[in-house]
């Protein structure tokens, strides 16, 4: 990690000295004001990249993330707004070199996903995702609609530290329960004849409050039982090492009363289509560039976010 921090500095201090240097080539004729700009943009970029990066000091922000998006009440509008947002994350996650994986879906009723589980493999995927978190509402007209009237929908969006082997979670395995079922499309080829999807529920008693909920996971990854009792295992390590990460923060919060809080469950952002806008209603960014977003560029928001609340 170290490394890393030196190279950075290596490389900013390099382009810093460089641009320097253009301004005087720029006189001499040696080089374009378009090629001087070109440096100047390039430096700013690498600048605010690291400057980006400083911001995930948290043990969990390396972590790679699970992402869960569920559609909210509404029906298909809601359902086909879900997917909608799985596609953005899963472009950006491609854009941004990290391995994706559909650890389980379920369909909507006509159109679009009532739920989904996507784990994001890579160094900080869960330090830049983390910003995801909340409520997720759409603003258009309907394509479903047959009036062609403007509707409004939600899809939660919840985001957890996809764990590792270096962290050690303690599962009581007396407290762990196995259902299976099978798994697969809609019919045909793509039905599954054996019972290879499996649902796990964990007796879950918090150690602060002394209160008890089942917490559910839902695995279909695979064809292969084993493997999918695996991967729900996994999962269900980072949900349990995200209850302890939301207690640590909420204890922080009590310390730093003063501090401007987060709330994970709000309305945390806006996209409102006719209006060509976008906007996060807890750092006040926004931008006009709906296709963009929608097509994976959150870095703005992402951006926006970490360096307003991290520590």
């Not at 996060?280 to 560029?297: A, I, K, L, P, Y």
Request: with cysteine; proline share 2%.
């Amino acid at each position: 990690m170290l490394h890393f921090w030196i190279d950075s500095f290596d490389e900013i201090d390099k382009a810093v000295e460089e641009l320097t240097l253009g301004f005087d080539f720029v006189k001499e004729d040696l080089i374009t004001e378009a090629e001087l700009d070109a440096m100047y943009a390039d430096t700013i970029g690498k600048i605010e990249k690291l400057e980006l990066r400083n911001m995930l000091r948290h043990e969990e922000d390396k972590l790679g993330a699970v992402i869960k998006i569920n559609s909210g009440a509404g029906g298909t509008e809601s359902q086909d707004w879900a997917e909608m947002l799985m596609r953005m994350y899963l472009r950006w996650c491609e854009k941004h070199g990290y391995k994706t994986s559909i650890a389980h879906l379920v369909n909507g009723d006509e159109a679009g996903i009532k739920s989904v589980t996507i784990d994001v493999e890579g160094d900080f995927g869960y330090g830049y995702l983390k910003s995801e978190n909340g409520v997720h509402r759409l603003v258009r007209v309907s394509p479903y609609n047959a009036q062609g009237k403007r509707m409004t929908s939600f899809a939660s969006v919840y985001v957890t530290p996809l764990v590792d082997d270096s962290i050690e979670i303690n599962i009581a395995p007396a407290l762990v329960s196995w259902d299976t079922f099978r798994s697969g499309g809609a019919g045909g080829q793509n039905v599954n004849k054996v019972e290879s999807g499996v649902r796990l529920r964990y007796a879950y008693k918090d150690p602060y409050t002394g209160e008890e909920e089942e917490i559910l996971v839902e695995n279909t990854e695979t064809r292969d039982q084993p493997k999918n009792k695996e991967n729900a295992m996994r999962l269900l390590k980072s949900i349990l090492y995200d209850k302890e990460l939301k207690h640590r923060q909420a204890e922080q919060m009590k310390i730093e009363a003063g501090k401007k809080k987060i709330e994970w469950g709000s309305q945390i952002r806006s996209y409102v289509f006719d209006d060509r806008r976008v906007k996060d209603h807890r750092t006040g960014f926004q931008t006009s560039d709906v296709n963009s977003v929608m097509d994976g560029g959150i870095d703005g928001f992402i951006k926006a976010y970490l360096m307003e609340f991290a520590e």
